[in-house]
């Protein structure tokens, strides 16, 4: 086998690898699943979709493997408030959550305004701020519109 970078491994994948993680056929899988992820899916849609690739993959594996991710420092873990733990990448560039509490969507987003203001709020303080998470909960502006009768 080759030493060097495997091409058809995901970043999430190498990154594992880098770190020294024994990389098992049912992990690579998990890894790749969270890979191809454009949501923040939950221990139970990981398992569905992982078990749809490989359907020897236990859900307790599917635990396993994801606090393992997340111990590494490869995987961060959010609660929106729904009571279930979802996941992303911990390699994407800094952004924002902003939280459709009546259909769980989670929508990314980057605002140069907010970033400025928390590290002004920081420094006003007495801080250097190094690091932050915000995450906004909001309804649509239509359901607002129609419970006020308009």
Known sequence: MASGPDSSRTNLEQRCVELGLKMTGQRRVIARVLSEAKDHPNVELV???????????????????????????????HDF???????????????????????????????REIEKLQAAVAERLGFKLVGHRLELYAVPLADDATESGE
């Open 47 to 77: 398992h569905r979709r992982a078990n749809a690739i490989d359907n020897r993959i236990s859900l307790a594996t599917v635990y396993r493997t994801l606090r393992l991710f997340e111990e590494v420092d490869i995987l961060e873990r």
């Open 81 to 111: 408030g729904d009571g279930k733990a979802r996941y992303e990448k911990a390699d994407q560039d800094h952004h924002d959550h902003l939280i459709d509490v009546k259909s769980g969507k989670v929508i990314e987003f980057q605002n």
